[in-house]
């Protein structure tokens, strides 16, 4: 078949590499200017199975800016009439039997794209910034006794997760602050770090001498199913692209996937597709290492304010925080100063924050959050129209198996995953 893609980010790229390996003649179509400029640009990193559980007991609570922080989402404005509704279902879809279904399927998600992730890694000999081994660390026992039952969730799951005291936490990651309280950790084990923009970067150079075509600076402003088949897509240039100024011009392909994130709300209203997507804020920073024995061996994972710390080769990269309601706009100053806080929490001194060879990279990236927290990956109801989106903050951890999965249902075969929960359909697309 003749495909398009609309986006090239990672879960984009992903989605282009399948289905080129497939056969298929693959067009992906991007705003910007390269891959991955948006919210794979400098995520947390973690793809290990398990991060994503429901470590506190209040991780799905609704907080304004000014509340404790926390693990949860940070409401930045008053929600309109129709937001709520959004919101209810979110904060409904992370307790009781919902969020244990939940937390099993995604928890299937990255172990799923883990394998594959590293099938490719393998295959292509890709050398990018990777690490094993990762620690949720658990400040009291209080959040030690909440992390038991996601902790027996994930063995039941079948993943070797076990608990630590803090002794064994300490002895494992040796850098730890020891000034910071402490009860003790649950090790992930396997791979947990991997560098999503240079897996992406490389994946696309792959990909490309597979056959794919790449047009960036484009715009697809229209997408039209045509009856019987096929898809019309109406293409512009940004005023960034090289050739200038141009006027629209149209292409035909047997089908789209759509891979763009919360653009593809606007994307994809004219057709009556009324994806259940809201902006779910997250931000990062990227410092060079001041003294790899102050510096983590890999991952850790702070379970009171959702913070993570996780070793990039020679740099360490803290991620975290949910916020809802400021779709545009700078890096929230609070939000980084959370950061800041839990870097020097667990590891004072193990970057360069200033002074000569101080560079720190501060980013915010807007993450695509469906309303029951699941992703929307399949068919949609109108033909030729497939998506792959809403994957939040797990967008690098379960890219490479979503993209599998839907060549597969593309390809008219059936997944080795069970697509039913992150079908489309779900959700009357």
């Known amino acids: ?68 922080q926390g693990a949860r989402l940070k409401l930045s404005r008053l929600p309109s009439a129709g937001e709520w509704g959004w919101l209810r279902q979110w904060r409904k879809a992370g307790q009781g039997p919902q969020c244990v279904s939940n937390h099993a399927q995604i928890h299937r998600w990255l172990r799923y794209s883990q394998e594959r992730q590293q099938a490719i890694t393998d295959q292509y000999q890709f050398e990018h910034d990777r690490s094993h081994g990762m620690l949720v660390l658990l400040r009291t026992e209080q959040e030690a006794t909440a992390a038991n039952t996601p902790l027996q969730q994930l063995r039941d799951l079948g993943l070797a997760a076990r608990m630590l005291s803090a002794e064994e936490t300490r002895t494992l990651e040796p850098s730890l602050n020891a000034e910071t309280p402490l009860h003790g950790a649950v090790e992930l084990g396997g791979e947990a770090v991997a560098n999503c923009r240079k897996f992406a970067v490389l994946l696309r150079a792959q ?40 006027s629209d011009r149209g292409a035909r392909f047997d089908a789209v996937v759509i891979c763009a994130g919360l653009a593809a709300v606007g994307m994809l209203a004219p057709l009556g597709l009324r994806l259940p997507l809201q902006a779910v804020v997250g931000h990062s920073l990227s410092a060079a290492v001041r003294e790899p024995m102050d510096a983590p061996q890999s991952a850790v994972l702070d379970a009171r304010h959702g913070i993570s710390i996780a070793r990039l080769g020679q740099r360490v990269r803290v991620a975290g925080g949910a916020e809802w309601g400021r779709e545009s706009g700078a890096p929230s100053k609070a939000a980084l100063q959370r950061l800041y806080s839990a870097l020097a929490d667990w590891f004072p001194g193990a970057v360069r924050l200033g002074g000569p060879a101080g560079s720190v990279q501060e980013w915010r990236g807007v993450q695509a959050t469906a309303s029951d927290g699941m992703p929307l990956i399949g068919a949609s109801r109108l033909p030729g129209i497939w998506l792959n989106l809403g994957h939040g903050q797990a967008g690098w951890s379960v890219a490479c198996g979503a993209a599998r999965a839907l060549a597969d249902r593309m390809g008219g075969r059936a997944p080795d995953i069970d697509l039913a929960a992150s079908s489309p359909q779900r959700c009357g697309l």
Not at 35 to 48: K, M, P, R, T
Not at 212 to 232: D, H, K, L
């Open 1 to 68: 078949m003749k495909i398009a893609i609309v986006g090239a980010g990672v879960v984009g790229i992903s989605c282009a590499h399948e289905l080129t390996v497939e056969g298929h003649e693959v067009t992906v179509f991007e705003r910007r200017s390269t891959v991955a400029e948006e919210a794979s640009f400098a995520n947390g990193a973690l793809i290990a199975p398990g991060w994503t559980a429901p470590w506190t007991v209040d991780h799905q609570r609704l907080a304004w800016p000014w509340s404790s």
């Open 207 to 246: 990909t490309q001498r597979l056959g794919c075509q790449f047009e960036f600076n484009t715009i697809v402003s229209r997408i039209e199913p045509q009856p019987g088949s096929g898809v019309n897509l109406t293409l512009t240039l940004t005023a960034s692209h090289p050739g200038g100024a141009s």
